[in-house]
């Protein structure tokens, strides 16, 4: 026969595995989550391309005064980015633009995307 000690210890170590399993389980299901959104979003994207090429390219653009970043992506910003910061974000990178912002006379290089090949 058990004590009460050994069967209380026998309690807190399955009550203490059973934890382990639902932590386990949460976090496989949260992960799962991430990678199923992330793959969707991916998935969409590749389809459109499947079904009717997407091609990228670039153009220049004179900075004029008034403009920003955020009225140049109004300007020429498409559907093959999430949002504004995604495309600001990459012609940020592709001008070599550390701040936020841009002066007139300054020209960008701006990303575009067209089904038509050129």
Known sequence: MFGLWEVTQMK???LLSIRTIIAILTLLIILGGVLLGSSWSDAR??????????YKYYTTVTVEDGDT?????????????????EFIT?????????ENRIHEGTQLVIPYYSAEYL
């Open 12 to 14: 807190m170590k399955h």
């Open 45 to 54: 994207r590749s389809q459109a391309s499947a079904d009717h090429p997407i």
């Open 69 to 85: 970043l955020w009225t140049l992506a109004d300007a020429y910003m498409d559907d093959q980015y999430q949002n504004k910061r």
């Open 90 to 98: 990459e012609v940020k990178q592709l001008n070599q633009i550390d």
